[in-house]
């Protein structure tokens, strides 16, 4: 990536009411039907480019306890085309959760606010409340993604700026995968040049993340074989047909016609009724939930412990007026609905394809640490795909394994499988979690958060040892 518009695309700070370097006006006082808590949250606009008005939409949660004194932690869903706020922040690791009416929210024990501080941001413009007044700028990618998310964090320690020396941790998921380590090498093309501020990266994050389609797609098919999602016939024949060097996500996958249908024919075979993103959890039927949320019944159904409606709940909460005044959201009045995951967007496609790892080794070479972790009930962007281009990475370095391939735990029980190269880059499953970890697996997931903030190994022991006399099964 180009790194010339990064230090000359700094922008002036923005002239804000600061107190004890945070914007008084951006403070939401209390969210609707929102428990009572101790840590503050903020929320608001910053503007990447004022004469297109362009601006982004962001959420910042104090940590939980001594926030002066923990790190912040940048958290970005992908798509592209999908929110962080209605993602990251109230739907996995922030520290509310939608209560089942739509109209109030809960609160989530194991939210990652008890590690970091957390700054969640729609991005590009377009994704939830983040806009732009421009239409050409819908046209966008990668590259323009990146420079906004770098013109937003210079803009946003302006409105904070008790937080710019702060350990700062760049994480994500998805499609993030892309979103994350552009960034940090946006932030490091500009400590490279400045003779001033520079950003205290500390360390990279990616959860079930898109690095390398042409591995990352036919992923998907061989977790369908091996988790008896499609059969032999149908498996056999996708690996012996398909050559996914030039597959797009688009719909033009420039496969052959062969392959085109046998890929049809899994897809069929997994139908509509499987949650791709958590294939052991249940769907949510949305006709229904809306329905119940408009009659003020509670929607809440629970699969394998999860809320599968929160989607739906999470949606009709944003879109209440009353809602979007706390955060003081759609300030232009936008003619549509919040929405998870926007059709606005004319994202370019060829986008998809570009290889991540080259940009994750120039991070690792920066001295910043990258960790890559999966849900393994992920069929979306499966930990096959991940585990291969991380040991690929890893050989590719020339790194040695520091951490053997083994289980990690977590209150006694295996927490997922995890191995570290070379003690810079690092790759975990988390057991029993989905596409999206930290909301099918909560308590594992701010484990491995709260290890990865603090520089720590996650355990390869269950402290304290479990009685090898519980664990052993007695067949008669």
């Known amino acids: 990536m180009a790194s010339s518009w990064c230090f000359g695309a700094v922008v002036a700070a923005l002239l804000v009411m600061v107190v004890n370097g945070y914007p008084e006006e951006d403070l939401v006082v209390e969210l609707p039907g929102q428990p009572e808590v101790e840590f503050r949250q903020y929320a608001g606009y910053v503007d990447v480019d004022v004469k297109a008005g362009r601006s982004l939409f962001y959420y910042f949660v104090q940590a939980h306890h001594d926030p ?14 999908c929110s962080s706020i209605g993602g990251g922040a109230f739907t996995e690791l922030g520290p509310f959760f939608p209560r089942g009416d739509g109209r109030g929210l809960r609160i989530n024990s194991k939210s990652w606010n008890k590690a970091s501080n957390l700054l969640f941001v729609e991005s590009p413009a377009g994704v939830g409340w983040s806009y732009s007044n421009t239409t050409s700028d819908y046209n966008c990618g990668d590259a323009s993604t990146a420079r906004d998310m770098y013109i937003f964090l210079i803009n946003w320690f302006a409105k904070f700026p008790s937080f710019k020396d702060r350990d700062l941790f760049l994480t994500g998921e998805s499609y993030a995968g892309h979103y994350i380590p552009q960034l940090a090498i946006a932030l490091l093309d500009h400590n490279e040049q400045s003779r001033g501020y520079k950003f205290n990266i500390k360390g990279v994050a990616i959860g079930n993340p898109l690095l390398k389609l042409d591995r990352d797609a036919p992923a998907v098919y061989e977790y369908f074989w091996s988790h008896g999602m499609i059969s032999d016939e149908i498996g056999l ?18 496969v052959s016609e062969a392959c085109d249908k046998s890929m049809k024919k899994a897809n069929d075979v997994v139908g509509k009724y499987i949650n791709n993103y958590d294939v052991i959890l249940d769907v949510c039927y949305p006709s229904i939930v809306e329905q119940e949320l408009r009659l003020r019944k509670m929607a809440t159904k629970i699969s394998v412990g999860v809320d599968v409606c929160m989607v739906n709940e999470r949606g009709f909460y944003f879109n209440l007026p009353e809602v979007q005044k706390a955060l003081h959201a759609n300030r232009t009045n936008l003619k549509y609905e919040w929405v998870m995951c926007t059709s606005l967007l004319n994202y370019t496609g060829a986008d998809e394809n570009i290889d991540i790892l080259p940009l994750i080794k120039r991070i690792i070479q920066n001295h910043v640490p990258v960790w890559v972790f999966s849900g393994d009930q992920d069929s979306v962007v499966p930990l096959l795909g991940s585990r291969t281009l991380v040991r690929e990475l890893a050989h590719d370095m020339q790194f040695e394994v520091t951490v053997p391939y083994g289980a990690w735990f977590h209150k006694g029980q295996v927490g997922g499988w995890v191995t570290e190269y070379g003690n810079a880059l690092t790759f975990a499953t988390v ?20 290890s990865f903030v603090r520089g720590r190994r996650l355990p390869n022991t269950t402290h304290p040892p479990i009685d090898e006399q519980i664990l052993s099964i007695h067949l008669p």
């Open 68 to 81: 002066d004194h923990k790190p912040l932690t940048l958290w970005l869903n992908g798509g592209p085309g």
């Open 237 to 254: 024949a996708i690996f012996s047909e398909c050559d996914f060097e030039d597959y797009t996500l688009d719909g033009k996958h420039n």
């Open 431 to 450: 057991r029993g979690a989905a596409h999206m970890v930290p909301y099918a697996q909560p308590s594992r997931a701010l484990h491995l958060f709260s």
